[in-house]
T-cell receptor
Framework: DTEVTQTPKHLVMGMTNKKSLKCEQH?????MYWYKQKAKKPPELMFV???????INESVPSRFSPECPNSSLLNLHLHALQPEDSALYLC???????????????FGPGTRLLVL | SQQGEEDPQALSIQEGENATMNCSYK?????LQWYRQNSGRGLVHLIL?????REKHSGRLRVTLDTSKKSSSLLITASRAADTASYFC??????????FGAGTRLFVKA
């Protein structure tokens, strides 16, 4: 199984709502990532979890709250978002081996988020 | 912050022609990777080239890396309509931090 799944596929939320994005992989990968991608732009790294611990936070606003409950699951909790947060949110995973040249990332299909 | 710049931003070619995309980056790297993204979907890994490699092939793909110029190129030979997608280079600079270039949008006309 080389698949990363993300739910939901689409999400519309108001600025006062609380919602969560979910990402799952069963490849035994120990690194998981959240990216944000605006239209016609490259993905921008938000968070990296390594062995279920947060290792990188790219100065993301606190209205985005990541969580890694176990090695297969990654959540992104959303609260009080702004319209400019509307984007495609991509999850990825990689093996987290000692050799960085083995770190190919496998991406999920993304959640398209619209904040009204 | 964006590490890589890619050119061209957009490329339109006929089926059967070759497509070349270039990527430049700013800092030292462990490796450089190329990914493809079909419209509004997840990214698919194409090829990884290590910092001590100069050229790598995978099927119809050829990647070169020039660390002295901090640049890489991706060549797709005998392109097909199914190759229509956005192509991104990505650099791994250490600590599992990956930075993507701006991307090239390739359109292959049948």
């Amino acid at each position: 199984d080389t698949e990363v799944t993300q739910t939901p596929k689409h999400l519309v939320m108001g600025m006062t709502n609380k919602k969560s994005l979910k990402c799952e992989q069963h490849m035994g990968h120990r690194a998981m990532y959240w990216y944000k991608q605006k239209a016609k732009k490259p993905p921008e790294l938000m968070f990296v979890y390594s062995y279920e611990k947060l290792s990188i936070n790219e100065s993301v606003p606190s209205r985005f709250s990541p969580e890694c409950p176990n090695s297969s699951l990654l959540n992104l909790h959303l609260h009080a978002l702004q319209p400019e947060d509307s984007a495609l949110y991509l999850c990825a995973s990689s093996t987290r081996s000692r050799d960085p040249n083995q770190e190919t990332q496998y991406f999920g299909p993304g959640t398209r988020l619209l904040v009204l | 912050s964006q590490q890589g710049e890619e050119d061209p931003q957009a490329l339109s070619i006929q089926e059967g022609e070759n497509a070349t995309m270039n990527c430049s980056y700013k800092t030292s790297i462990n490796n450089l990777q190329w990914y493809r993204q079909n419209s509004g979907r997840g990214l698919v890994h194409l090829i990884l080239i290590r910092s001590n490699e100069r050229e790598k092939h995978s099927g119809r793909l050829r990647v070169t890396l020039d660390t002295s110029k901090k640049s890489s190129s991706l060549l797709i030979t005998a392109s097909r309509a199914a190759d229509t997608a956005s192509y991104f280079c990505a650099t791994e600079t250490g600590g599992f931090k990956t930075i993507f270039g701006a991307g090239t949008r390739l359109f292959v006309k049948a």
